[in-house]
């Protein structure tokens, strides 16, 4: 099977991904979550011309000319509105939130009156009618859509669906990963380590970048390298209900790379098998029933670089997300060598120096060094058949934070 362009393989392993049906979940539960449909507002805010400082409430005409006198003629706190109307010469005592009482037609700020006692106040700067006042509505009316379906519910968007007076939304359901790990060499973090074993870290990188993008991922554990060992867990991820199976190693063409026989045996459509790109040529991306599997390989710089490619696009899409890469324009700080057939990501600190962003490119880029790649925050795109390069030479970063 020949390599596959990094672009038709994002093309081909998008296709036909749309957003997960809707459920219904309490509002305490939906943060980060997206809605599914618009919200429309089931009350008008405010419910009525309610104060918006602390002072006292009067009629316009009363207090346009200053210094003015006023009788005070009750108190409206907030949630206890005055009984009453506000007549000539009258004033009531207000507080922020309260409803306005009749007759009044603004609030003179409490910072702006004299108490001259027996119930008497004295206005010392004039206040101008709707001075200080919400007037009913002016946030939103009943029946207003306040939220248009697909918004990320962020903190902004989860007060106002409570001030809608929604108690629960319908969101997107979460899609569900299946993370399923191989590798007769491979033990959990914590274990003590025979001379031949190394610990598995991938599923948890991978975990993570599902995360970022809202997907629920559960990590099914490591598999031994035997055809039923993973099939097992193939068979797992199916009965949890996975939207995708990730697995980690074993995808390439080696005696003990399995995964593509045993997922074909559980019905899997190969869609396809290698990419023309370094690290993670051996990517496979195939569909069993309605269940995309995508095979990533063992190496884990590899393993995360493809996540991020091609695992966190998917992901997106399928909880009714906009994604796009963050790819911005640098100058090298270093030559480059040309490039062959596979398109590269090379990883690199990208740091900003005038107003420009400079790229400096690891010495070594060898796939199972993580500690490089915890420490670059970009990775330079070196397309196919790319001619050597010099320092200050312009070029394509995929920033990673």
Request: glycine content about 10%.
């Amino acid at each position: 099977m020949a390599l596959v362009p990094v672009a038709e393989a994002l093309e081909r392993l998008l296709d036909g991904a749309t957003a997960m049906p809707g459920e219904n979940v309490p509002l305490a539960d939906a943060a980060g979550r997206v809605l599914a449909e618009p919200v429309v507002a089931l009350r008008t805010q405010p419910p009525f011309n309610a104060s918006a400082m602390d002072g006292y409430a009067a009629r316009a005409v009363d207090v346009t000319s200053v210094p003015a006198r006023l009788s005070v003629i009750g108190v409206a706190p907030a949630g206890r509105g005055f009984i009453g109307s506000v007549g000539k010469g009258k004033a009531v005592r207000i507080f922020t939130g309260a409803p306005l009482p009749e007759g009044a037609d603004t609030v003179v700020i409490q910072e702006n009156v004299r108490d001259l006692g027996g119930g008497r106040i004295e206005v010392t700067e004039p206040t101008a009618e709707a001075r200080n006042v919400r007037r009913r509505g002016l946030d939103f009316g009943q029946g207003d859509v306040v939220l248009e379906k697909g918004r990320l519910l962020d903190p902004a968007a989860l007060s106002l669906a409570a001030s809608a007076n929604h108690p629960s939304l319908n969101v997107v359901r979460r899609p569900i990963v299946a993370i399923i790990a191989t590798g007769d060499e491979l033990l959990p973090p914590g274990s003590t380590l025979g001379p031949d074993q190394i610990i598995s870290s991938n599923a948890y990188g991978v975990a993570a970048t599902a995360q970022s993008v809202g997907a629920r991922a559960l990590d099914l554990g490591i598999a031994a390298d035997r055809q039923d060992a993973i099939s097992a867990l193939v068979k797992k991820a199916v009965a949890v209900g996975a939207d995708v199976i990730v697995t980690l190693g074993g995808a390439s063409v080696g005696d003990h790379d399995l995964i593509h026989d045993v997922l074909t045996g559980e019905g899997m459509q190969l869609d396809f098998w290698k990419i023309a790109m370094r690290p993670g040529k051996p990517l496979m991306f195939g569909r069993l029933g309605k269940i995309r599997c995508i095979g990533l390989p063992g190496n884990p710089v590899a393993s995360l670089v493809c996540s991020q490619l091609f695992l966190k696009p998917l992901l997106a899409r399928l909880g009714g997300r906009s994604y796009r890469q963050d790819i911005r324009t640098a100058r090298l700080a270093s030559a480059m060598h040309a490039n062959d057939l596979r398109q590269d990501y090379v990883r690199a600190v990208v740091r900003e120096d005038a107003g420009q962003l400079i790229a400096t490119p690891f010495s070594i880029q060898d796939s199972s060094m993580l500690r490089m790649l915890a420490d670059a925050n970009g990775l330079i795109v070196r397309e196919p058949f790319a001619p050597a390069a010099e320092a200050g030479d312009e070029c394509s970063v995929l920033m990673l934070r």
